[in-house]
């Protein structure tokens, strides 16, 4: 099991930046990918960006690339999500999950094994 803890998320407004933090802790963090997803009301969760195992590898949605920078450090057992330039339709409920095959990136919800509980994030017009 790996329990997942996100942080960082508020009110900004546009244009502005904000950065997630995602806490783990049980087994090994660098045995797994990591990926950042958001729910926003009415709408499924949607894939913004994942990182490779050892961080080498980075993949974001078109909707954030360039904005938003996916990173982490294993030896703190945290992955993080820096996003600048926010922009209304950012705002969502953001989710932080790990993947057991750490080989790979996957862009998938259903292929992500442990999930966090969220962090909100609203920007304002």
């Known amino acids: 099991q790996v329990q997942l803890v996100e942080s960082g998320g508020g009110l900004v407004q546009a244009g502005g930046s904000l950065r997630l933090s995602c806490a783990a802790s049980?087994?090994?963090?660098?045995?797994?990918?990591m990926g950042w997803f958001r729910q926003a009301p009415g709408k499924e969760r949607e894939f913004v960006a994942a990182?490779?195992?050892?961080?080498?590898?980075?993949y974001y949605a078109d909707s954030v690339k360039g904005r938003f920078t996916i990173s982490r450090d294993n030896a703190e057992n945290t992955v993080y999500l820096r996003m600048n330039s926010l922009k209304p339709e950012d705002t969502a409920v953001y989710y932080c999950?790990?993947?057991?095959?750490?080989?790979?990136?996957?862009?998938?919800?259903?292929?992500?094994?442990?999930w966090g509980q969220g962090t909100q994030v609203t920007v304002s017009s």
């Open positions: 999950a790990a993947d057991q095959n750490k080989w790979v990136i996957r862009v998938a919800p259903g292929l992500y094994d442990y």
């Open positions: 049980g087994r090994t963090f660098s045995n797994y990918a």
């Open positions: 990182i490779s195992w050892s961080g080498g590898r980075t």
